[in-house]
């Protein structure tokens, strides 16, 4: 079964400095896998995806990741942290052949001045 | 236009009431979802709805049940609420392909007194 494992629960950094999220993947067959971001008291909204085109995934907001099979990870990052980046990130991968969903335990990120 | 509604956004009941959370999606997908968000922020897939036909039934208690009327719309009826059951809990829509993103509602905080 597919699985995902967030390392760090809480991720704290300064405005202007690098974000890196780490998320690392099981995965039986090629995955899919998509990053959601969810701010306080609203839904879940998707920042990016890879879906077996291009390694590198650029998603909204300035976010990318990495797909890197020999890892098994797929690591958010932002090269310069915005104070409304503050927020809760999942990590997530597509399990079996109904489009189900398997989410990280998040990584919850905080933006100081 | 809102993509995925859910009524009510917030929920107060006691013990043992039976309550039911209303989901919409306007954007034409087949497929819908409910997650449940605990406390820590963990999500877990409940249930899913292709073509208003059941295809995912996690470990969830038979006091919790969906009914999809059509593919725009995704009931969940709760009987006999349990403390245990306060939670947010989040509707999902998609297409059926496995690469396509879910959009989510902006959730259902329901709390059992």
């Known amino acids: 079964a597919q699985s995902v494992t967030q390392l760090g629960s809480h991720v704290s950094v300064s405005e202007g400095a690098l974000v890196l999220l780490r998320c690392n993947y099981s995965?039986?067959?090629?995955?899919?896998l998509f990053w959601y971001v969810q701010y306080p008291n609203q839904g879940l909204q998707l920042l990016l995806k890879?879906?077996?085109?291009?390694?590198l995934v650029k998603g909204i907001n300035g976010f990318e990741a990495e797909f890197k099979k020999s890892e098994t990870s797929f690591h958010l990052t932002k090269p310069s942290a915005h104070m409304s980046d503050a927020a809760e990130y999942f990590c997530?991968?597509?399990?079996?052949?109904?489009?189900?969903?398997?989410f990280g335990a998040g990584t919850r990120l905080a933006v100081h001045p | 236009d809102t993509a995925v509604s859910q009524t009510p956004k917030y929920l107060v009941t006691q013990m043992g009431n039976d309550k039911s959370i209303k989901c919409e999606q306007n954007?034409?997908?087949?497929?819908m979802y409910w997650y449940k968000q605990d406390s820590k922020k963990f999500l877990k897939i409940m249930f899913s709805?292709?073509?208003?036909?059941?295809?995912i039934n996690e470990t969830v208690p038979n006091r919790f049940s969906p009914k999809s009327p059509d593919k725009a719309h995704l009931n969940l009826h709760i009987n006999s609420l349990e403390l245990g059951d306060s939670a947010v809990y989040f509707c999902?829509?998609?297409?059926?392909?496995?690469?396509?993103?879910?959009?989510f509602g902006p959730g259902t905080r329901l709390t059992v007194l």
């Open positions: 999902a829509s998609s297409r059926w392909d496995r690469d396509n993103e879910q959009f």
């Open positions: 995965s039986s067959v090629p995955p899919y």
């Open positions: 890879y879906t077996s085109a291009a390694t």
């Open positions: 997530a991968v597509v399990s079996g052949g109904y489009n189900k969903l398997i």
């Open positions: 954007l034409g997908h087949d497929t």
């Open positions: 709805y292709n073509n208003k036909e059941l295809i």
